[in-house]
């Protein structure tokens, strides 16, 4: 039997910038339905720029409110393409049959996506008229994007400064973003976990980078007892089971105080009560007797979670997850091995507060793959930790 808990790998965000633009009808309310629908149909709506308001551009007719958004999505560029047109079409925007610029309740072009170039039948990235467009440069400027122009090299600023445009705009508020609903950052630490395969790095990489949280992920690689507890479990277990530790100690220690110094939020992938879990499944009886002496000594100097949220998934569905990754190394692991660690974790959750434990069952959700299911996934954790604030 060989265990996975030693590696991790997430499926990779695309970072997008879209610029939105209404000038019929109510336009704030369109370009907040439109971001509204990009948050929970696309992908992670991470920042939005100030509101503004410019004259129209290239046609006489009413003023536009223009903003610029950065978006977290899986999506390639072309799938991106599509949704987007759909968002369009439903809020009233009128398919566009020529090339006359004409009045839209909404109009969402694609500036950068990520870093790269792209020139299609489809669509073009860099957007081509970006440079020439203080609508769209200078909400984008209010972005935390320090991307160069990939063509140009330039960066916005230096954009801002040779663009020709003399159009007025003016600052006239903001639109609310989506992930303000969820105030995550009020637990402070928060430890997501659960058993080999239940994805929960993937969703500790995901919530850090959506909302701008000090991450800790578990440091596995260049362990030297690993390649030989592979080859003799039994042998080179204590050995394994104990530089873990101490290397998880040393972590959580090292970024726990920081967090104390500078009071960030902070999401992890693992708490040091893993190790107890795991050590009860390959050591020996005299040697956890031992572990557990140090252990104690260790985890009483360790900072609780404030949440702990447990990402609960039978034996069937671990296996089928390990198996999608076709990871050589994890092909023996047994389904009696996870029943054991999906006991342990039960045992351990008891010993807490209720409060401070959120479980999810993610036997039906797909969190990685499924924006949807993410946005679920999120909703639970801000709905347990209201309901534990309003006690």
Known sequence: MVSNRYFCTMKQYNKVVLSLGSNLGDKKAYLSQAIDD??????????????????SWGFDSFP???VCLLLHTHLDVYQL????????KELGRSQKTDSVYSARTVDIDIVYFNNQI??????????????????????????SVDWKHPLLQQTTSEMITSCTDDSKIEKIGKIAIPKDKLSLSACNLITIEGNIGSGKTSLTQK?????????????YAENPFLPKFYQKPKRYAFQLEMSFLVDRYAQLNEDLAQFDLFNEFIVSDYYI?????????TLENDEFRLYRTLFDIMYKQIQKPNLFVFLLQNTEKLLENIQKRGRDFEYSIAAD?????????????????AEQVLIIDCNDLDFVEKHEDYLNILMQIEKHRSSISNR
């Open 273 to 281: 009560y893993k190790s107890l879990i795991f050590a009860q499944v």
């Open 118 to 143: 792209i020139d299609s039948k489809e669509v073009t990235v860099p957007h081509p008229r970006m440079k020439d467009r203080k609508f769209v440069l200078i909400p984008l400027n209010d972005l």
């Open 38 to 55: 990009i948050h929970k149909r696309i992908g992670f709506v991470a920042e939005i720029s100030a509101l503004y308001e410019t004259p």
């Open 64 to 66: 536009f409110y223009n």
């Open 81 to 88: 393409l599509n949704r987007l047109k759909n968002i369009e």
């Open 207 to 219: 919530i850090a980078q959506d909302f701008h949280a000090k991450m800790i992920l578990e440091r």
């Open 337 to 353: 091995y996870l029943n054991k660690i999906n006991q342990g974790y039960a045992d351990f959750i008891k010993t807490l507060p």
